[in-house]
């Protein structure tokens, strides 16, 4: 009976240790919520050709009261108010100048749209009345060469930041398109600081910070100014862990800094959005799996206007979601 008990009691203490070393587990690598979430406003789209339908969306960027979006497998830009109603379009499928090869994360600046081609290895750069107006790179691995880039960002004076996806890679560019510099090793995959698993947007904060949606690495990585290794955030340790966790990835697809300064990104595969202070602490996250109101089949891209509106690359569902913040 002695023998019983002390077995009892250590098996007690067994499992009171692993319960406490799971909690504690939890506690340091799903952080809770500490912002209000975000609130429905309402989607437009459905699978189509005609304008306001889509094949595809893969990409957004917001200027002013337009949006803008990468209809991909269309071959086409489409651009809408910020409330949906279509206001025009522009390219069509081809390689050719103002044609298109699955478009992916736009972005803007000084009014100019700059549109990474997945298919064909490139940056095109439009007018935002669909004008082209010059084209950036071609297939290949050597520097200043793309193999399906997936976003971008560019700086102050024109640089452009470009997420190479399978050249594993982020290129500096000059606004000419000659190369500066990179991180990553071209063609190798890594889990290290800056080291990429496919990486497929990146963003440029206000201080010069650079944030790289690490893709299929489920993480983010911060460079700073000067391009050294900052800080990195997604699962534990940031080493490539997927889960449906809070904090955690599964699969990044697209990356955008609003209006405060506060990272957006698109979590694929978890069908959400999660929101994040600059130095990775977890703010909230809004969207759940679904073809409802406020439901997601993957969160392709996502855009930030200066009201704190955030849109919403509804992939599967083939449309866009724009939600705002609870007052």
């Known amino acids: 009976m002695v023998k019983r008990r002390t077995i009892l009691k250590a098996l007690a203490a067994v499992i ?65 108010d910020l409330d949906g109603s279509f206001k025009r379009m522009f390219g069509q499928p081809g390689d050719g ?8 994360n736009l972005t803007i600046h000084d009014g100019a749209l700059y549109v990474p081609e997945y298919f064909n290895d490139r940056i095109q750069v439009f007018g935002l009345d669909g004008t082209p107006k010059r084209l950036i790179g071609r ?73 790289v949606a690490d893709g299929y690495g489920d993480r983010v990585q911060v460079f700073g100014p000067d391009g050294t290794f900052s800080h990195k955030w997604g699962g534990p340790f940031a080493m490539n862990i997927f889960g449906p966790f809070q904090g955690w990835f599964a ?15 698109a979590d694929f595969y978890n069908d959400r959005v999660q929101k994040f202070a600059p130095d990775g602490t977890f703010l909230t996250a809004f969207g759940e799996t679904g073809t409802g109101p406020g439901e997601l089949r993957h969160a392709m891209a996502v855009a930030v206007a200066e009201d704190g509106s955030v849109f919403v690359a509804d992939f599967l569902n083939n449309r866009i979601q724009k939600w705002r913040p609870y007052q």
């Open 16 to 80: 009171a240790g692993a319960v406490l070393l799971v909690l504690a587990g939890w506690t340091a690598f799903v952080p809770q919520a500490r912002e209000p979430g975000y609130e429905f406003v309402k989607a437009w789209g459905s699978k189509g050709t005609a304008p306001g339908e889509f094949n595809d969306p893969t990409g957004l960027a917001v200027a002013g009261d337009e949006l803008f979006v990468a209809d991909s497998r269309n071959g086409r830009i489409q651009v809408f």
């Open 251 to 265: 699969t990044v697809t697209s990356i955008a800094i609003g209006p405060a300064g506060n990272v957006f990104v």
């Open 97 to 104: 100048p103002g044609d298109l090869g699955r478009p992916m």
């Open 139 to 211: 297939k290949g691995d050597t520097p200043g060469e793309f193999n399906a880039p997936g976003g971008l960002a560019v700086g102050p004076e024109g640089d452009l930041y470009v997420a190479d996806f399978y050249n594993q890679r982020i290129q500096h560019l000059r606004a000419d398109g000659s190369f500066i510099r990179q991180w990553g090793t071209t063609g190798e995959i890594g889990t290290g600081a800056g080291e990429f698993t496919y990486p497929t947007d990146v963003a440029l904060s206000r201080d010069g910070h650079l944030f």
